[in-house]
């Protein structure tokens, strides 16, 4: 069973960092492939950026590239989401997924609950 919980949402000024985490446990997390995903009122839930827990290969999305930084430490069984440079249009509730490492969240079996971000202008 995969277990993956968040931390680290808040609230914060436009142009602030926030630093999310997502701790996995399970026998086979490791086996997958982490994500990030958000998803504001209204909207789709969209890809943010992943991470392989063996190779460190990464991949973003377009709209996070340049300002997010994504990175496991293996030891800890932990993920972390590093976002720069925030901007309104951030705000969603994020979520830390195991899956596939596509960008299509049905590929993502596993699910956190998600922690909130919000960016005040």
């Known amino acids: 069973q995969v277990q993956l919980v968040e931390s680290g949402g808040g609230l914060v000024q436009a142009g602030g960092s926030l630093r999310l985490s997502c701790a996995a446990s399970?026998?086979?997390?490791?086996?997958?492939?982490m994500g990030w995903f958000r998803q504001a009122i209204g909207k789709e839930r969209e890809f943010v950026a992943s991470?392989?827990?063996?190779?460190?290969?990464?991949s973003y999305a377009d709209s996070v590239k340049g300002r997010a930084i994504i990175s496991r430490d293996n030891a800890k069984n932990t993920m972390y989401l590093q976002m720069n440079s925030l901007k309104p249009e951030d705000t969603a509730v994020y979520y830390c997924?195991?899956?596939?490492?596509?960008?299509?969240?049905?590929?993502?079996?596993?699910w956190g609950q998600g922690t909130q971000v919000t960016v005040s202008s």
């Open positions: 399970g026998r086979t997390v490791t086996s997958y492939i």
């Open positions: 991470v392989s827990w063996r190779s460190g290969s990464t």
């Open positions: 997924a195991a899956g596939s490492g596509s960008s299509v969240a049905k590929t993502y079996p596993h």
